[in-house]
């Protein structure tokens, strides 16, 4: 792993909640979506579906897709990666006439620090949702991260400790 050389990357981590479980990024022919769907339906949040021409990719906990990875023999998985996830910024104000600006993109905001880790060579997803954003990071450049800005909170409010 390279060193980075990231600014303010303590103050937008102490921000994120780290899921303790390890996740993976699984894709399954396009033609199973609709297997795929019902499989997942009963699975634990959060998991990400995302449709593209010929594959589906479902980002999930490793654990809940080894419950129903049997259904899918053809399909390809990648991981472990690791799951921080950020409070959506307070929506601003807006007007129909003058509507509200997008989710924020400066500095300390997700997808902020997804660009950033991105130019530095680090393979970094933004998800999105309703109410939070989240980065799906490689286990072991969480590793990095964590040992450089220690405190990330998991997801039940322990610190994350020096090995993600």
């Not at 303590?10 to 303790?20: G, M, Q, S, Y």
């Not at 809940?64 to 929506?91: H, K, N, Q």
Request: avoid cysteine; charged fraction near 20%.
């Amino acid at each position: 792993m390279p060193a980075w050389k990231l600014s303010g990357v303590r103050e937008v981590l102490a921000a994120a909640i780290l899921d303790p479980e390890p996740y993976v990024v699984v894709a399954v022919p396009r033609p199973l979506e609709a297997s795929l769907r019902l499989a997942v339906a009963g699975l634990h949040q959060p998991w990400f579906l995302e449709v593209e021409e010929g594959v589906v990719r479902l980002t999930v906990r490793a654990g809940e897709w080894a419950l129903v990875a049997s259904r899918f023999p053809g399909a390809a998985t990648a991981g472990p990666y690791r799951l921080l996830s950020f409070p959506a910024p307070a929506p601003a104000a807006g007007t129909p006439e003058s509507p509200a600006p997008g989710p924020a993109e400066g500095h300390g905001s997700a997808r902020d620090l997804a660009r950033r880790l991105q130019q530095q060579g680090v393979a970094v997803r933004l998800l999105t949702s309703f109410f939070r954003d989240h980065l799906l990071l490689p286990a072991e450049a969480l590793s990095v991260l964590a040992a450089d800005d220690a405190g990330i909170p998991r997801a039940g409010g322990e610190g994350a400790g020096g090995e993600p």
